[in-house]
C-alpha cells in the first residue's frame, strides 16, 4: 500500500467505536488511513454504508497489520481474547489503546501478551448514551467529555493520544489504572447498578402495579430505566471486572441507605431534614462544573 | 367585593403553587378571582411582582373566605397546621384540594377538620423539577403530566377539578389513596431516597475522590444529583407521611440489590448478562408511553 499517512485499526463498531471512526472523519479528514473490524458482520455492513472507512477488515487479526494505532473499542471481558488474536501481528512501534470502563483488567489482560516494542497505553472516554451499535454513534460523542489517558502526564505516547482526543473535543486527564477504577465505580458503576436493580424491583411488582409504574414513570422512576437500559454485555463485563472497587462503594451505600431507613422507621423528622439538606451542595457543585451533556445526546 | 366570578385561594407559592397561579393566569385569563397567601413574605413579595393574582392575602385564615376552590401547593407535613387555621372560614359547598405527593396522610389530617359541607378532593401533579420557590415554577408545568384525583370518577367535585387541570394541560386520572400512595412510593419516592442516599455515600468519600465524583459526574452520578436536590422539606415530608409504602419497596430493593450483589461477588457471568438484559423491557414501555418531561421543564 503506497500511503505516507499513520494507519489507524478501530475494533468494535459499537457506539464508541463507530462514534471514534466519525470523529476521525470528521475532525480529521483524510488525515489518516482508518480501517475497522467488527466480529458482528451485520455491524460491518452498516459501517460499510456510512462510507467514511478507508477499509473494512475480514479479520481481526489481519485488521491490525502495519497500523501505527490500535484502539479496542470492545466490551471488557473480551480484551483478553481480542489481544491475543491481534498481538502476533501488532507493528513494532505501534500503540495500543482501549475505551474499556475498568482500567486495570484492561491492564492485567493485555500487558503480558503483546509484544515488547507495542506501547500499550489504556484509556477511557466518560461518553456515552443509552443507545447501542454502530447507529447509535454520532461525531460530537466526546465533544466536552472527559477522556482519560492511563499513563504519565508526559509519556510520548500518551501525549499522542492527548493531542488526538483532543482534536475530537475531549477533556483530557491522566491518571492510574487503580485511582481510575475507584473513580468509575462511585460514578458510574454504582449508579448504574442501582438502577437497574430498582428496575427489577419495579419488573417483580403484581402487573397492575407494574403497568401503573410504566405510566407514572415521570416522577423519578423514569431516570432510573434510562441507565439501565445500556449495553447488558457490556455492564456484566464492568462488574466482572471492576469488582473490588464495586463492592466497597457499594457496601458504604448500603451502610448510608440503612441509616436512612431507620431514621425513617423512627420518623427522626429532624435527621431526615439534614439528610435531604446536606445533599444540595454536592449537586451545585457539578452544576458549578458544567457536567451536563451536550445536546445530542439528551434523551429523544 | 362585586364579583360574579368564582374565587379561588392558592396558600403556598412554591413550585407548584405558582405555577397554579400561572397556569390560571395563562390558560384561564379572568376567569376566575384568584387569591393567594404564602408564609414567606419573600415568596409574597415575588409573586406580587408577576401581577398576576387578583389578590395578595396577608393571612392564611383570611385567604379562604368566601373561597370556591382552596387550593393547598405545600408540603404534607403542615396539612393539618394549615387545616386548623383555615378551616373555620371556609365557605360552605366549597371544594378544598391539595398538590401533596401523600394522600393517605393527607386525608388523615384534614377530613376530621373541616366542615361537613366542604367538599375534601385531594389530587397530586406528577410534575415538578429540582428547583423550588416561586421563581421555578412556569405556566406549562402540567402539560402532559398526569393529575390524579383521588375521588370516583362520576364525583361532581372530581369531575370539577378534572376539568380545570384538564386546562392546565393535565391528563387526569381517578384512584384511591392507598393505591396512589403505593404506585408513588415506587415510582418517585423510592427512586428519589435511593438517590439522596448515593450523593451521600459520595459526599462522606475522602477529600480527593470527592472531587473527582464532581469532575467525573456525567457518567451516570449526575442523573443522581438531580433528582436529590429537590425541596428538602417536601421530602423528609413525604418520608414521613408515606412510611408504610416506602418501607416495603425499600425492603423489595434491598432484596434484589442483595442478589446483584451476590452476582458480582460470586462473578456469576450469566445471571449477571440476564440481569441486565431483562431490564430493557420496562424502558422501551417507558418510551412507547412517551414519558419525557416537556422541553421547558428539562435540565437547564
Not at 467488527?38 to 452498516?46: F, G, I, P, R
Not at 491481534?86 to 489482560?109: C, E, H, M, R, Y
Not at 423512627?266 to 457536567?291: G, T
Request: charge should be neutral; proline fraction near 3%; aromatic fraction near 10%.
Amino acid at each position: 500500500m503506497m500511503i505516507e499517512k499513520k494507519i489507524v485499526t478501530i475494533i468494535g463498531l459499537g457506539l464508541i467505536g463507530s462514534s471514534i471512526l466519525r470523529a476521525f472523519n470528521y475532525y480529521l479528514k483524510n488525515k489518516f488511513y482508518i480501517k475497522v473490524y467488527d466480529n458482528h458482520s451485520e455491524h460491518l455492513k452498516v459501517v460499510k454504508s456510512f462510507n467514511i472507512a478507508d477499509e473494512i477488515c475480514n479479520s481481526v487479526e489481519e485488521s491490525v497489520i502495519e497500523s501505527d494505532l490500535v484502539i479496542l473499542a470492545i466490551p471488557v471481558g473480551v480484551m483478553a481474547e481480542v489481544g491475543k488474536l491481534i498481538s502476533p501481528n501488532l507493528k513494532k512501534g505501534a500503540i495500543l489503546t482501549d475505551t474499556g470502563s475498568t482500567k486495570l483488567s484492561v491492564i492485567q489482560d493485555l500487558s503480558s501478551l503483546i509484544p515488547e516494542e507495542v506501547f500499550l497505553v489504556p484509556s477511557h472516554p466518560l461518553a456515552g448514551t443509552e443507545h447501542s451499535g454502530p447507529k447509535a454513534g454520532f461525531h460530537n460523542l466526546f465533544e466536552g467529555r472527559y477522556w482519560i489517558i492511563i499513563s504519565k502526564k508526559n509519556d510520548k505516547n500518551g501525549k499522542f493520544l492527548e493531542n488526538l482526543f483532543k482534536k475530537f473535543g475531549s477533556n483530557v486527564e491522566f491518571m492510574d489504572e487503580f485511582y481510575h477504577d475507584k473513580v468509575l465505580a462511585i460514578t458510574s458503576h454504582l449508579p448504574h447498578l442501582i438502577a437497574y436493580s430498582i428496575v427489577d424491583t419495579a419488573n417483580n411488582l403484581e402487573s397492575d402495579l407494574k403497568n401503573d409504574v410504566v405510566r407514572y414513570s415521570a416522577t423519578g422512576f423514569r431516570d432510573f430505566t434510562r441507565l439501565a437500559s445500556s449495553d447488558p454485555t457490556m455492564w456484566r463485563d464492568v462488574f466482572l471486572n471492576n469488582t473490588e472497587a464495586v463492592l466497597e462503594m457499594l457496601q458504604r451505600f448500603n451502610e448510608d441507605l440503612s441509616a436512612l431507613q431507620k431514621l425513617i422507621r423512627k420518623k427522626d423528622s429532624n435527621e431526615l431534614y439534614n439528610f435531604f439538606k446536606n445533599s444540595k451542595e454536592i449537586r451545585n457543585k457539578i452544576i458549578e462544573a458544567k457536567q451536563h451533556l451536550p445536546e445530542t445526546s439528551k434523551l429523544k
